[in-house]
């Protein structure tokens, strides 16, 4: 049974960093195909996708914000951990990571951590 | 880089059929046979409904049904029912290998 949940702070100051981790089981992220991913959503808007890792160390960014994020896989933890820079406020949001089992979809989620900006 | 478009709103009755449309680009719906539609009720987590424009992931009802027409796909709901009250929201695969979603759709069972 695949499972996957994210833990990091419930609120940053805005220009600060965050830093979450996404600890999962039921799957490997060395298994050829494989891929974990963050996606967030503001309070009542709608999905957006920020990053993905795979199982060959490959990394993909939304463009959008990719001079701001981060992602690294701990193969041996079964840990994903996203960065992103600079935090600003309208980017308070549930941050959700994701199983990507093969192309281009998610198939697992986590329940999803609630990050505030504000100071 | 902006969103896929989706009507914000739908609305059918139990037992009709429903279709939201998400229409995007050559870059991504119209390039690639990866769109995936995803429901998600109101706090809780989303759920995959369909991949790769039309494949239903196991335990999913054969009541939803995906397709892509040029740059825009489709997701169809027949018989609607009561817990189908949700937003939907597509995804698809662009040419900057990243992922785009839609704006999200509220079906509102009448």
């Known amino acids: 049974q695949i499972t996957l949940k994210e833990s990091g702070p419930a609120v940053v100051k805005p220009t600060q960093t965050l830093t979450l981790t996404c600890t999962f089981s039921?799957?490997?992220?060395?298994?050829?195909?494989?891929?974990v991913a963050w996606i967030r959503q503001p309070p009542g808007k709608a999905l957006e996708w920020l990053a993905i890792?795979?199982?060959?160390?490959?990394?993909r960014y939304s463009p959008s914000l990719k001079s701001r994020l981060t992602i690294t896989k701990d193969t041996s933890k079964n840990q994903v951990v996203l960065t992103m820079t600079n935090m600003d406020p309208v980017e308070t949001a549930t941050y959700y990571c994701?199983?990507?089992?093969?192309?281009?979809?998610?198939?697992?989620w986590s329940q999803g951590t609630l990050v505030t900006v504000s100071s | 880089q902006s969103a896929l478009t989706q009507p914000a709103s739908v609305s059918g009755s139990p037992g009709q059929s429903i279709t939201i449309s998400c229409t995007g680009t050559?870059?991504?719906?119209?390039?690639?046979?990866?769109v995936s539609w995803y429901q998600q009720h109101p706090h809780r987590v989303p759920r995959l409904l369909i991949y790769?424009?039309?494949n239903r992931p196991s335990g999913v009802s054969n009541r939803f049904s995906g397709s892509k027409s040029g740059n825009t796909a489709s997701l169809t709901i027949s018989g609607l029912q009561a817990e189908d009250e949700a937003d939907y929201y597509c995804?698809?695969?662009?040419?900057?290998?990243?992922?785009?979603f839609g704006g999200g759709t509220y079906l509102t069972v009448l």
């Open positions: 994701a199983h990507r089992p093969a192309p281009y979809h998610f198939d697992f």
């Open positions: 039921g799957f490997s992220l060395s298994t050829s195909g494989v891929g």
């Open positions: 050559s870059s991504d719906i119209g390039g690639y046979n990866y």
């Open positions: 790769g424009v039309n």
């Open positions: 995804s698809s695969y662009t040419s900057s290998s990243s992922l785009i």
């Open positions: 890792i795979y199982w060959n160390e490959d990394r």
